[in-house]
């Protein structure tokens, strides 16, 4: 003759945990790039160009026509090729600062902003590194270096993060 048997249902911190991760996915994010004051900024030493101009002309390339002929600046992508080459370590962190607010070490904002420093770091990194092509003799002797994108370090100065509620 078989036993009849109950089933006792124990939350053990599941339904916490359950809401934590429910709020982490409540739409923050983290946006990097040049943005914001940093972007609004005019370029030193010009006048009317902004920061974001500057970034933009070298993340996607431009061809630019004068008097002269055309000028043609070769992209040099530093924000999505960055992210692109540092994907696998920046899902990394995220998975890190995710546990850890799992965990509460911390609140989601904080991990959102260590993940955004984070990957500012990444990005400025790439930048100190060189990306290619080298800068053309003309800029060489101009700016005393064949890296791109290091002139004043205004540029890379001016990569930041934002958390955004979206």
Same mark, same amino acid.
């Given at each position: ?27 923050? $994010? ?8 940093? %972007? ?14 500057? %970034? ?37 962190? %995220? ?13 989601? $904002?904080? %991990? ?55």
């Amino acid at each position: 003759m078989s036993q009849p048997f109950t089933v006792k249902d124990s939350d053990k911190g599941w339904d916490e945990l359950r809401q934590t991760v429910l709020k982490l996915g409540g739409g923050y $994010h983290v946006l990097v790039g040049v943005q914001g004051a940093q %972007a609004a900024a005019n370029h030193q030493g010009t006048t009317g160009i902004t920061i974001a101009d500057i %970034a933009s002309v070298h993340e996607f390339g431009r061809t630019i026509k004068t008097r002269r002929g055309e000028i043609v600046i070769p992209e040099r992508s530093f924000i999505r090729a960055g992210i692109d080459e540092h994907r696998s370590r920046i899902q990394k962190r %995220a998975t890190l600062v995710g546990a850890g607010v799992l965990l509460l070490k911390f609140t989601t $904002h904080q %991990a959102l902003s260590l993940l955004g420093e984070y990957a500012v770091g990444l990005l400025k990194s790439r930048i100190a590194r060189g990306i290619e092509p080298p800068n053309r003799p003309r800029t060489v002797a101009r700016k005393g270096s064949s890296k791109p994108l290091i002139d004043t370090g205004q540029l890379r100065n001016s990569i930041t993060y934002a958390i955004e509620d979206g």
